[in-house]
């Protein structure tokens, strides 16, 4: 088992008002040069992050996605921790009313993977079942 960097740390992500809260409009954003280490051989992967969302009230900055992007280079993970993760954090940071990420990594041994995760938003017409 090869050593890891610390958890990437969520709080350097930044936000700003969303300047048309009341329209619906998809942000998409490309990380084309997305890296993060295999934590089982310590060796590097390669892929592109696309991230799309519909803000709420406000949306994230980009300089400070890519410091917080950057975090994973010596962090050990699989594709689907860090896929899931970072939109954990994006959703966490930003509330939005929905987001999406997909993840494609270079192939390795002759095989790609792409890892998409979605997020769907508050369900405001739920309601609390009785003994829940």
């Known amino acids: 088992m090869t050593q890891s960097a610390p958890e990437p740390d969520s709080g350097i992500l930044e936000t700003f008002e969303n300047p048309y809260p009341q329209r619906d409009y998809v942000i998409e954003t490309i990380c084309p040069e997305f890296t993060s280490m295999c934590p089982k051989t310590g060796q590097p992967d390669f892929g592109t992050l696309s991230i799309s969302y519909i803000a709420d009230a406000v949306c994230y900055e980009l300089k400070s ?68």
Do not use: C
């Not at 594709?79 to 939109?87: A, D, F, G, K, P």
């Not at 993977?113 to 938003?121: H, K, N, R, S």
């Open 65 to 132: 996605l890519k410091l917080y992007l950057q975090q994973y280079r010596n962090h050990g993970a699989f594709y689907e921790n860090v896929t899931n993760r970072i939109l954990d954090d994006l959703v966490n940071a930003t509330s939005p009313r929905w987001m999406a990420i997909v993840a494609e990594f270079t192939p390795r041994g002759g095989i790609s993977t792409t890892v998409t995760a979605e997020y769907d938003g508050p369900d405001t017409n739920d309601e609390e079942l009785p003994g829940e």
